[in-house]
């Protein structure tokens, strides 16, 4: 049985998730918060397995619940927000705080009981699990505002954004260096899974052999892309394309975060971009990231077909696509995300002799589209999250 506390300053939303979430004879609500001081009372006094949060909420709204929690009593938290672009920001702010994933409250159209059902009972069994996982961090809200590298914690980071520049690649600091929470690496002694395999180091001279780096991403993806790209070098010699499962208010957004706080350019992907070194697209939420040939030289497409795929943006359009173009220059990377979307693309990739790197289950927010991969006999590569920017800058040369 999955315990979840609702905080909300709604009374109906209060009501309305409590009576969805029970609908599942696997989650129990064993209690509801109407701010987040309250939130905080009731997470010592009913040590729920989840939190359900609002962000904004009287008295302590969801980003300080959040950062006060995850310094002393980390547990897993889905915020349930606003799909708006005015929602985006805090919503990023809130996965950066130590928020595993978001539901949006309401859709294009308005709001919408049958889809808030529908994401929450999936979301909650499949984050919840992660709560074994999760510690405090070893430093308080004082330690880090002191802290030499203060500026680059992702919680006072994100405070900071809107009169921030990207850093001069000399001496910026690792962004996601230094965490409000952390997972521990602790397996459960029940699960089997395959054996993690880090290829042995590459002497990176000479041009590279692979310029292309594919990325599919999902639940817990905002701050693992993040942490990934903000270690990547100003003159990283590559072309980054990302497909994270996102609302089309939120990429924008996600972009530009990115952009802010890594060395290399980040944008929001458009069709007829062209592929370079040091530059990273993201897809736009909705749509479908590709690249084709046009001619001799890869060109960037955004796309609506296909219509029916579960995903948009789809990480398996992003890999095919990349396999059928360019195969032997592309490193494909999945990483942390529920279901399975990616592994038919990079069975392509794989094919065309592309590089294939998947997240390891220990720093995975939910384990399902790496373990897909890994499953499927693709992995070169099963690595932590700590290591895969290096990971990556690696394969580049192999």
Known sequence: MIKVLVVDDSA???????????????????????DGEEGLRKVQELNPDLITLDLEMPKLDGIGMLERLMKTNPKPVLI??????EGAEPTLRALEAGALDFIPKYQ?????????????HG???????RGRF?????????????????????VFKSRLLSSVTRPAAATSPVVGSREPFRFSSVRSSGNASVAEHVAPPVARVGRVKRDIVAIGVSTGGPPAVQKVLSQLPADFPACILI????????????????????????????????????????????????????GPLPVIDVVTEPASALYKPSVNVLMESVGRSLGRRVVGVTM?????????????????????????????????????VVDAGLADEVVDLDSLAKSIQDALYR
Do not use: W
Request: charged share 25%.
């Open 80 to 85: 349930v927000s606003s799909l708006s672009v």
């Open 123 to 129: 979301k909650v069994k499949a984050v919840a699990r």
């Open 243 to 294: 497909a994270q499962h996102m609302p089309a208010t939120f990429t924008e957004a996600f972009a530009r975060r990115l952009d802010n706080v890594c060395k290399i350019h980040v944008s929001e992907a458009k069709g007829g971009d062209k592929i370079g070194p040091g530059l990273a697209y993201v897809c736009p939420g909705g749509k479908h990231l590709r690249l084709d040939m046009r």
């Open 12 to 34: 109906f939303m209060r009501s309305a998730l409590t009576r969805m979430l029970e609908e599942d004879p696997e989650i129990k609500v064993i209690g509801q918060a109407r």
């Open 134 to 154: 999760m510690r405090p961090a070893s430093f308080s809200h004082t330690d880090v505002r002191s802290h030499p590298d203060s500026a680059a914690h992702p």
């Open 336 to 372: 942390t995300g529920m279901g399975s979307d990616g592994v038919e693309g990079s069975k392509i990739l794989k094919e065309k002799g592309g590089y294939l790197i998947a997240q390891n289950e220990a720093s995975c927010v939910v384990y399902g589209m790496p373990k897909a």
């Open 108 to 120: 294009e159209g308005g709001f919408s009981l049958d889809f808030l059902r529908r994401e929450l």
